[in-house]
């Protein structure tokens, strides 16, 4: 660590209830999702402060109210050094009307070395101190030679892909680190993606028609959509068990790999034999594998499924898959992502743990999503890392201890500063 370095990581200690108060200030911005459209104010703050810190600019609506942040900080030598994405979303999980908060959620306090408040653990916590570490950079004076990028993105709560929107608009980088809650691990993720299955009949038929179409000698091909959607649930269940059974990966419990029926719909009314039944999926997967791949494992064992059926070889299931956001269109996608502990971003983020906490980082993946795979899937080297840990997301007193997140944001300062002083080959 050079003299400047050292000096810099040290002043987090002595100035950590300015890091404290950002948090709170990043708190008190009220960004639940569900509802969302929410963030422009805390979007505008976050804008702004990296404004003064340098980085030029680039502010749009994802959703109406909606904005995401992409702030770069353009290295003075971009061509010959690293670059790096510090990723984080700025939405934050709803607060249920039966949840019993000792204090208000969105006026955070101090108490017992933690900062309580919704939206400490996940993310604002780590969004604070990549913020901080960035704002102690500028005061110093460092003009890093790589590029830094700092995005803030919308909607991840609610399965919209603020994250993939700056992917589109094209920001690449040589690693990126997404903030997310981790409890200080490096962090891969397996996938999730949602779809709809439809069963359909193209005939609609009176409830007096059904002695007709179920028993001997009635003469009338039809079914009810509901009783088929059981034989295609009864063969959803059989994959995944198939899945629980012949696939694993490295830190998941055996099994984790699930297909749940989440949501059904179908029937018309009482009078009628049911014409339509739809379900709505819930696909986890390892983080080998991919949702183009997830998807054609699935259709293809239920295409035999409803081969084996008379009526659905005639009248075959349709699949819709993924969406862009669980409110709007009601399907969501979240890439799986793979961290590779030989990946250089990965061993100097290991390293900078290592100098600040003076332990080893554990490698190992969430159990949860966050933005790292649509990341991963632009071809960007990711990992996951952030403070926090999951217990509190989404929980009642949500927090992050102040010990985690200062060391965190040593840990941060420390690797920005290295990454965007190492030459690309
Ligand atoms: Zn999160």
């Excluded at 009176?206 to 079914?223: E, N, S, V």
């Excluded at 064992?301 to 659905?312: C, K, S, Y």
């Amino acid at each position: 660590m050079t003299i400047e370095l050292s000096e810099l990581v040290e002043q987090i200690d002595s100035r950590k209830d300015e890091l404290i108060d950002l948090l709170k200030k990043l708190i008190e911005f009220k960004t639940p999702a569900p509802p969302a459209r929410n963030t422009k104010e805390a979007q505008t703050f976050i804008a702004n402060f990296l404004q003064e810190k340098g980085f030029i600019i680039d502010m749009w609506d994802v959703y109406p109210n909606d904005p995401n942040v992409v702030g770069v900080l353009n290295g003075k030598e971009e061509h010959a050094y690293k670059s790096l994405i510090i990723n984080g979303h700025i939405d934050v999980a709803e607060v249920g009307k039966d949840e019993n908060w000792d204090v208000d959620p969105f006026i955070p306090i101090v108490k017992n070395g933690a900062v309580i408040g919704r939206g400490a653990a996940d993310m604002k916590g780590g969004l604070a101190g990549a913020l901080f570490a960035i704002q102690l950079l500028h005061e110093a004076g460092i003009d890093l030679p790589g590029s830094l990028l700092f995005q803030s993105v919308i909607g991840e709560e609610v399965g919209e892909a603020g994250t993939l929107e700056c992917c589109k608009r094209g920001y690449k980088a040589d690693f990126a680190v997404v903030v997310d809650t981790s409890d200080l691990h490096i962090q891969g993720q397996g996938g999730v993606i949602t779809g709809w299955i439809t069963v359909k009949s193209d005939q609609t038929f009176h409830d007096a028609t059904r002695r007709q179409m179920i028993h001997a000698g009635g003469k009338l091909f039809g079914a009810s959509a509901i009783e088929k959607m059981m034989v295609i649930i009864n063969g959803l269940q059989e994959l995944e068990r198939h899945w629980a059974v012949t696939k694993s990966y490295q830190g998941f419990l055996p099994g984790t790999n699930t297909i749940n029926p989440a949501v059904i719909e179908g029937g018309r009314h009482a009078a009628f034999i049911a014409d339509e039944c739809r379900l709505w999926i819930t696909v986890h997967y390892y983080p080998n594998e991919t949702h183009e791949q997830i998807i054609e494992e699935i259709e293809e064992h239920i295409r035999h499924v409803a081969n084996a059926d008379p009526w659905l070889r005639k009248n075959p299931p349709i699949f819709e898959w993924g969406g862009k956001s669980m409110i709007v269109d009601r399907g969501e996608i979240f890439p799986s992502l793979e961290v590779d502990p030989n990946e250089l971003g990965v061993k100097q983020l290991a390293s900078a743990h290592r100098e600040v906490i003076q332990e080893e980082v554990i490698i190992d993946v969430s159990p949860s999503v966050t933005d790292g795979g649509w990341l991963g899937e632009a071809g960007i080297p990711t990992a996951i890392y952030g403070p926090g840990n999951l217990q509190n997301a989404h929980a009642v007193n949500e927090q992050v201890s102040i010990g985690q997140l200062v060391s965190y944001t040593k840990v941060i300062l420390m690797f920005i500063y290295n990454w965007c002083n190492t030459k690309r080959l």
